[in-house]
């Protein structure tokens, strides 16, 4: 059952996975890969909280900037997760959706993620995963929109955002312990609540959400009002 004072929307920069890997003196691949899970875990716990939709920063338009080994790690981790958890997400019924400009990516993975956005597109509960992604591109984007139709308001950068048919963000996560919001959903976060936390991503699992839920259920929203 849904707790009514749990965010609705919750996103979370997930961050850790190098450091994990090195703390075991194991490859970066490996991280990521335990990352993987993660996900898995964290997207199952959304729902078993009862949560409308979580967005998940997989890949920022500034990875391009990582050694070519470990962005191909990273494709071929996109990749297996596709194909490994679709049948699942169609079963209960979860939409994906893409935020970011995920067509820059290799065409097989493009036709995946195309697949899968079709395939899953009747959901009832929403993973937006941000592919390619930089908040400060996407609000320039979305200007540039808003002004092709006339004025550039706030209300018509909103209809022009990836995220304009998700709830409005409620709670932002990132792990590893860093405090920055590193381009990400800049303008959704305007009055979202933040949690910074000390785990590593690969470590982050149900209970870790629910804390953070119980967390921002403990907090008074005021949106500037006082």
Request: glycine share 6%; proline share 4%.
């Amino acid at each position: 059952m849904t707790n009514p004072s749990y965010p609705r929307h919750v996103a979370i920069i997930m961050d850790g996975n190098g450091r994990w890997a090195k703390k075991r003196a194991m490859p970066r691949a490996l991280g990521h890969r335990q990352g993987g899970e993660a996900v898995r875990r964290t997207v199952q716990a959304a729902e078993n909280l009862g949560l409308e939709c979580l967005t998940l920063y997989a890949f920022s338009s500034e990875n391009w900037k990582r050694e070519e080994g470990e962005i191909s790690d990273l494709m071929n981790l996109m990749r297996r997760f596709i194909e490994a958890n679709l049948e699942d997400m169609v079963a209960r019924k979860v939409r994906l959706k893409i935020i970011g400009d995920y067509k820059a990516f290799a065409p097989d993975i493009v036709e995946r993620l195309e697949d899968a956005l079709e395939r899953t597109k009747d959901g009832e509960r929403t993973l937006a995963v941000a592919l390619n992604y930089g908040a400060q591109q996407e609000i320039a984007r979305a200007a540039r929109l808003a002004a092709e139709e006339g004025d550039v308001t706030p209300e018509a950068i909103d209809r022009h955002l990836y995220t304009a048919d998700l709830p409005p963000l409620d709670l932002l996560i990132r792990t590893s312990g860093e405090v920055r919001l590193s381009n990400f959903l800049l303008w959704q976060s305007a009055y979202a609540e933040m949690l910074f936390m000390d785990v590593l991503w690969p470590d982050f699992g149900e209970d870790h959400l629910r804390e953070a839920c119980e967390e921002f259920a403990k907090r008074e929203r005021r949106y500037g009002g006082r």
